[in-house]
Structure formats: C-alpha cells, structure tokens
C-alpha cells in the first residue's frame, strides 16, 4: 500500500516519471547518436570489398588467417567510425552576415567555425555548403579555437534570401568514409533593391526645387549656431574670426535644407511589366539613399506602401525593407489621389512602376 509521501512524489498528470524510456531515450540518443551522414569512398568500397570476399574465403575455408584478416578490416573501420566522429562533434558553425545586401552587387559573407571540445583537437574538417556552392578546408583546429572563413557572392534579386545550411564532414583519419553532420539550418536575409547613381534628370529635379532654409542642424549652407570646438569635429568647420575674438575655437553649426525633405511617391502596382517594376523600385531606393545620406528627411508613399516621414540610419533600414519586400498585386487597387505634402517645404518625387 502506498503512503502519502509516495503519492505526493508523483509528477502531475501528462508528465513521465525521470524513468521513463522516452525521457531517456530522448535525452540519451539525442546527445550520444546525433544525426550524420556516412559514405563510402573509393577505397572504402575496396575496404568493404575486400572484408567481404575474405569473409567468405575464410567461412567456406575455416582457415584462422583469414579470420584474423577480417577481423582486422573490422576493427580498421570501426576505428574509423569512431575517430571521424571525435573529429566533428561539437563543431559549430556560425554565419557572420553583411549590414546591408543589395540585388547585384558583390558582398563579403563569413562564417565563424568553433572547435567547442575542451581537449581534443578536430583534425581534417571540410566546411560545405557555405553561401550554396563554398567550402573550406581546415587541416586542424585546436580545442577552443576559432576560425574565420571569408567568401564573396552576389544577391541575384532583391526580397528574401535563404541561405543554404552548412555542413561539416571529415575524412579522417583514414579516407575510407565521408562522415557529414548537418549544422546551421537554413537563414532568411532580406536583400534591398539594386541602387546606382542618380539620373541627370533627377538631379536637375533635384536642384531645380527650392525651399527657405528650416531652423534646424543639418548639411545645408546657411550658419545655425555657433559653438566651442568639441574633439572630432570637421576643422573646416572652424570659425576663424570668432575665435580669434573669444581666445577659443569655435565651429559653425550649419542649417539642414528643407528642400531635401522628400515624399517618394510610387505610381502604379508593377504587376504588368516585371522588368519596369524592378528599375522603378531601384530607382526610388537610389534617390531614398542619396537623400537620407545628404541628411534629408524622407517618407515613402505607394500602394500598400506607407513609410513615415524620418531620418537617419533607421528610417533608410525601413525604406529599404519595404521597397525590397514590395510584391505587386495581382489584380492592382484603385488609384486614389495624393494630396499635396501637409508641409509647404516637403517636396514630393514620384517613381512610376508602370
């Protein structure tokens, strides 16, 4: 009969005892028997081959050489199995990924590989499937260490990218198999638009639109402040006169142009003409780059579309990403009317995608 303390001690219902074989088993062969890929090499198959036909030979015979022979093989390829596979567990893999991708043009990606063993070395790995068609091969990686592999490659297209997974294998230490353990799975990266140089036209649009001067820091022409020299300014930016007047160096601040405050506006979804699509998206992303790095502030307005006015690092991250993801409709919206900015000093730039 069981007591109350034994009653007490039991999990609560839907959850197995620490005893039980599921627990067990998936902790016990989850970590001891991870999952790998073993095949045979050309003098594998000669190995195998020939631990077959002797086996034969020394059944049909009972001669005891022949059993030693077998046995010998045997024991070479389980000796095999076992020190390949000292050779790449606890391997890790890890991708080192760019800021920003853009469709066609050439990025340096990376991958980090960590031996995670405290005292054995790794020896003859061979990193596959770095960036698609990559590998690298490592003679021998020390317990604790790390290297870095370096390749190049170029986004096709713009929208989400899926990197292809990493494996590592090792023919160690006798060539006789290829052992591969599946590591990084696959990784979405987002690559922006393809952006160039800005067209004549545009410049001349660019330049032709006025605005008074907005009181505020920027890039512009006009002087804003003046203020004491703080390390790592422009000394272009040193105000002669008045520090000579105040025996200390002074920089002027200038005032940020409100004609580079920009609305991009895209007309039409892109859904006919894949080609137009694609230059109308590179094209916004060209203009959105060159005037965020001017220090403009910039929104962008299409269909299902809709990026606040902003600056900076993080509003250029957000313009990209909706361009790159822009997928046309297949049966486009109504057109509806943009109204003028609500900002008498906003212009506004409008990129067809039709």
């Not at 067990?24 to 020939?50: K, M, N, V």
């Not at 389980?78 to 043009?105: C, H, K, M, T, Y």
Request: glycine content about 10%; aromatic content about 8%.
């Amino acid at each position: 009969m069981r007591t109350r303390a034994a009653w007490s001690s039991r999990p609560p219902p839907g959850r197995p005892f620490p005893c039980d074989p599921r627990v067990t088993s998936e902790r016990r062969f989850g970590w001891w028997w991870p999952r790998r890929r073993l095949w045979p090499t050309r003098d594998g198959w000669w190995c195998l081959g020939a631990a077959l036909g002797l086996g034969f030979a020394a059944i049909n015979t009972g001669n005891n050489l022949l059993y030693l022979l077998v046995s010998m093989l045997l024991g070479l390829i389980i000796v095999s199995g076992v020190l390949s596979e000292q050779s790449i567990r606890r391997v890790r893999v890890e991708p080192v990924l760019p800021d920003e991708l853009f469709a066609g043009q050439l990025a340096l990606f990376g991958a980090r590989v960590a031996n995670r063993k405290r005292w054995r070395a790794s020896y003859s790995i061979t990193v596959e499937g770095l960036g698609g068609s990559h590998r690298a091969y490592l003679a021998k990686l020390e317990p604790g260490a790390e290297r870095l592999i370096t390749w190049q490659e170029t986004p096709r297209a713009r929208g989400r990218w899926r990197l292809a997974s990493s494996k590592v294998a090792t023919r160690f230490p006798f060539g006789l198999f290829v052992k591969t353990a599946q590591l990084a799975p696959n990784r979405e990266v987002v690559v922006y638009p393809a952006i160039g140089p800005i067209s004549t036209d545009r410049r001349r649009e660019l330049d032709e639109a006025g605005g008074a001067p907005a009181p505020r820091r920027g890039r512009g022409h006009g002087l804003h402040n003046l203020r004491e020299y703080r390390f790592g300014d422009n000394p272009r930016l040193i105000h002669w006169r008045s520090s000579a007047k105040s025996a200390t160096l002074m920089v002027r601040e200038l005032e940020a142009d409100s004609a580079l405050d920009t609305r991009l506006v895209l007309e039409g979804t892109g859904h006919r003409d894949r080609e137009r699509l694609e230059r109308g998206l590179a094209e916004a992303a060209s203009l959105a780059v060159h005037l965020l790095h001017d220090g403009a502030a910039v929104a962008l307005v299409g269909p299902d579309v809709q990026v606040p006015l902003g600056s900076g690092r993080a509003q250029r991250t957000r313009i990209l990403t909706a361009l790159a993801l822009y997928e046309p409709a297949a049966s486009p919206p109504p057109t509806r009317a943009e109204g003028p900015p609500s900002d008498s000093r906003l212009r506004e730039i409008r990129v067809a995608l039709d």
